[in-house]
């Protein structure tokens, strides 16, 4: 299938309607939705069982300084990005360049997680800028599948 962007970045095998730049580590069962950019090109680490929905940006680099100087900067900022295992990104949420998302997290739908932030565990994230607004350990640890009535 062709790709969708105007910028003519490949075809991905993970959604055919998400742009995937550079390249990524993306671990086993993550699901990317589509209208999605994942970049890459700064270092990229995303765990298994992820679920990356539907217009969220992951970003491991920024053009920003290089812009607005005129591109007096010589080049475009990189720091790698790393999201932990079981970690579900809402719909149009940003995760900038630099930042640690730990196992288990939960980033609410448009939030914008700052460049650099450090993201602990089971937490739940929302807003802009974003913030921990609760720890889910007890949620997911406590957790178990119902009781299906076998007849």
């Not at 309607?17 to 950019?37: C, R």
């Not at 719909?91 to 980033?107: L, T």
Request: glycine share 12%; aromatic share 6%; hydrophobic share 40%.
């Amino acid at each position: 299938m062709d790709s969708p962007s105007p910028h003519s970045l490949p075809p991905n095998p993970y959604n055919p309607f998400a742009w995937v730049a550079g390249d990524p580590e993306i671990g086993e069962g993550t699901w990317i939705g589509a209208f999605t950019l994942i970049d890459g090109l700064g270092g990229l680490k995303i765990g298994r069982d992820c679920n990356i929905s539907s217009g969220a940006q992951i970003l491991s680099h920024s053009t920003v300084r290089r812009c607005v100087s005129g591109r007096r900067h010589p080049d475009v900022d990189r720091k790698e990005t790393v999201i932990g295992n079981c970690v579900f990104v809402g719909a149009n949420a940003v995760v900038q360049m630099g930042s640690r998302i730990g196992d288990h997290c939960v980033i609410g739908a448009g939030a914008v997680v700052l460049e650099g932030a450090v993201i602990p565990p089971y937490s739940l994230v929302v807003g802009v800028p974003a913030r921990v607004v609760r720890d889910l350990r007890d949620e997911i640890e406590g957790w178990s599948p119902p009781a299906t009535d076998v007849r």
